[in-house]
């Protein structure tokens, strides 16, 4: 107690932090219509959605995992199993792993989540076709209703994530050849698909009363209601002390004075939600296949700088929000450290701790003929990344470290993990559930 006494002399001792947010309100959220938060959620932890119907949404965002799925870089179509106990198997083995870590789903439905992904490729801009900007083609950006369901387009159409390599199905022939939109694209045949299975029947009329026809918009925007509804966090211990309800822990308490005070945590992840949305070269170790064209031999994944071209944007990505942060590891966008304790002292000084990122620390299902580690083995490559970072390094002692890890989990919210409807007994199409 007398360390923690000791950090709470360096900043306010009690009351809330300097540089703490104002407390959530509906506000920050967008209203939600629940017939569609229902059908989403039968539509979440359905496989149809996948081209082979062998992977579902939940598969790589499951709650038993806080949202994501345990590892550090996924396997997703192929795969077998769930977060840590997935793995390959004969006939239908993934080609590669997926590129970076499967980020959590926590408040995506507030306003000011208006950039997704690591490096924020998708986004909100009123200048484009239908007010967002995509890599995807203006008449793919029509019709959703929010920047949440653009999302959803992404994974349905990789050959990785869910749909399929090439010739195994209709939908990944249908990508393959470019045909994504219109009455044959790979769109259509996913919606017909939920369309034509009587149970969804009831749920899609409830959903969309009056609608002709089913259309993938409609599907994105049914799971975004869910995942907007179901993973709303801001009932934690935290947020009760932003309301006046209760008060932190001492080494809560500590933490947080050093969060928004002398470890600069704030300078990147502020706001209600502990980010700013911005993008930034933090060093975090690169490995896996990389974030790169199929035709490219490299392992390199320059994030924001595919999105923009600026060389100043090479290695930078986008800061997580650290609602439900303790549980939601492998941390970093490839997943490079399980223990939190570990990743905050390395993300203090992250050029440093390049220097002794141990691989063998790395939590990577088994993949025949994976080259994970060509990044790491790159003398330049490695040298690219550590110069990217800007960022001083912040001398943290351990008990400070524990303390910020005793703040970071006053923000672990029990609603939200569990979450409000739960994982589903069946869904309609009768294929397994992941559970």
Same mark, same amino acid.
């Given at each position: 107690?007398?360390?923690?006494?000791?950090?709470?002399?360096?900043?306010?001792?009690?009351?809330?932090?300097?540089?703490?947010?104002?407390?959530?309100?509906?506000?920050?959220?967008?209203?939600?219509?629940?017939?569609?938060?229902?059908?989403?959620?039968?539509?979440?932890?359905?496989?149809?959605?996948?081209?082979?119907?062998?992977?579902?949404?939940? !598969?790589?965002?499951?709650?038993?995992?806080?949202?994501?799925?345990?590892?550090?870089?996924?396997?997703?179509?192929?795969?077998?199993?769930?977060?840590?106990? @997935?793995?390959? !198997?004969?006939?239908?083995?993934?080609?590669?792993?997926?590129?970076?870590?499967?980020?959590?789903?926590?408040?995506?439905?507030?306003?000011?989540? !208006?950039?997704?992904?690591?490096?924020?490729?998708?986004?909100?801009?009123?200048?484009?076709?239908?007010?967002?900007?995509?890599?995807?083609?203006?008449?793919?950006?029509?019709?959703?209703?929010?920047?949440?369901?653009?999302?959803?387009?992404?994974?349905?159409?990789?050959?990785?994530?869910?749909?399929?390599?090439?010739?195994?199905?209709?939908?990944?022939?249908?990508?393959?050849?470019?045909?994504?939109?219109?009455?044959?694209?790979?769109?259509?045949?996913?919606?017909?698909?939920?369309?034509?299975?009587?149970?969804?029947?009831?749920?899609?009329?409830?959903?969309?009363?009056?609608?002709?026809?089913?259309?993938?918009?409609?599907?994105?925007?049914?799971?975004?209601?869910?995942?907007?509804?179901?993973?709303?966090?801001?009932?934690?211990?935290?947020?009760?002390?932003? @309301?006046?309800?209760?008060?932190?822990?001492?080494?809560? =308490?500590?933490?947080?004075?050093?969060?928004?005070?002398?470890?600069?945590?704030?300078?990147?992840?502020?706001?209600?939600?502990?980010?700013?949305?911005?993008?930034?070269?933090?060093?975090?170790?690169?490995?896996?296949?990389?974030?790169?064209?199929?035709?490219?031999?490299?392992?390199?994944?320059?994030?924001?700088?595919?999105?923009?071209?600026?060389?100043?944007?090479?290695?930078?990505?986008?800061?997580?929000?650290?609602?439900?942060?303790?549980?939601?590891?492998?941390?970093?966008?490839?997943?490079?450290?399980?223990?939190? !304790?570990?990743?905050?002292?390395?993300?203090?000084?992250?050029?440093?701790?390049?220097?002794?990122?141990?691989?063998?620390?790395?939590?990577?299902?088994?993949?025949?003929?994976?080259?994970?580690?060509?990044?790491?083995?790159?003398?330049?490559?490695?040298?690219?990344?550590?110069?990217?970072?800007?960022?001083?390094?912040?001398?943290?002692?351990?008990? =400070?470290?524990?303390?910020?890890?005793?703040?970071?989990?006053?923000?672990?919210?029990?609603?939200?993990?569990?979450?409000?409807?739960?994982?589903?007994?069946?869904?309609?199409?009768?294929?397994?559930?992941?559970?």
């Amino acid at each position: 107690m007398r360390i923690i006494g000791q950090i709470l002399a360096l900043g306010l001792a009690g009351g809330v932090a300097a540089g703490s947010p104002d407390p959530v309100t509906d506000a920050d959220y967008a209203p939600l219509d629940m017939a569609q938060v229902r059908l989403g959620q039968m539509l979440f932890y359905d496989p149809i959605l996948s081209g082979n119907r062998n992977i579902s949404c939940a !598969t790589c965002h499951h709650p038993k995992f806080a949202t994501a799925d345990g590892v550090a870089l996924a396997l997703g179509e192929g795969g077998v199993g769930l977060g840590p106990d @997935r793995h390959a !198997t004969g006939d239908n083995t993934p080609e590669q792993r997926i590129p970076r870590n499967a980020p959590a789903l926590f408040n995506l439905g507030a306003h000011e989540f !208006t950039r997704l992904f690591h490096d924020g490729r998708i986004e909100v801009d009123p200048s484009k076709p239908g007010g967002l900007r995509t890599p995807m083609g203006a008449e793919m950006t029509q019709g959703f209703a929010s920047l949440l369901s653009a999302q959803t387009m992404f994974p349905v159409l990789s050959a990785d994530e869910m749909a399929g390599h090439y010739s195994e199905n209709d939908v990944s022939q249908a990508v393959r050849q470019g045909r994504i939109t219109g009455p044959d694209g790979a769109w259509a045949k996913l919606s017909a698909r939920v369309a034509d299975t009587p149970g969804y029947a009831p749920l899609i009329e409830a959903a969309f009363p009056g609608a002709t026809a089913l259309t993938f918009t409609d599907i994105s925007d049914a799971i975004a209601a869910f995942v907007a509804f179901e993973w709303r966090s801001d009932t934690s211990p935290y947020d009760s002390y932003l @309301r006046g309800e209760a008060v932190l822990s001492a080494q809560a =308490q500590a933490g947080m004075e050093l969060f928004y005070g002398a470890a600069q945590c704030s300078s990147c992840h502020a706001g209600k939600f502990q980010t700013d949305h911005d993008f930034h070269a933090m060093g975090v170790p690169q490995f896996g296949p990389g974030k790169a064209a199929r035709f490219e031999t490299h392992a390199r994944d320059v994030g924001r700088m595919r999105v923009t071209g600026r060389e100043a944007d090479a290695y930078a990505f986008r800061t997580p929000s650290l609602r439900n942060v303790v549980h939601t590891g492998p941390y970093g966008h490839t997943g490079s450290h399980n223990d939190l !304790t570990a990743f905050i002292r390395d993300h203090a000084a992250p050029a440093d701790a390049l220097d002794r990122f141990d691989p063998h620390s790395v939590l990577l299902p088994p993949l025949a003929g994976a080259d994970d580690w060509r990044h790491i083995n790159d003398a330049r490559e490695q040298q690219a990344l550590r110069a990217a970072v800007t960022a001083r390094p912040i001398s943290l002692k351990e008990p =400070q470290i524990a303390a910020l890890v005793a703040f970071l989990d006053a923000l672990s919210d029990p609603v939200a993990l569990k979450g409000r409807l739960g994982v589903p007994e069946a869904v309609p199409s009768g294929l397994p559930v992941d559970r």
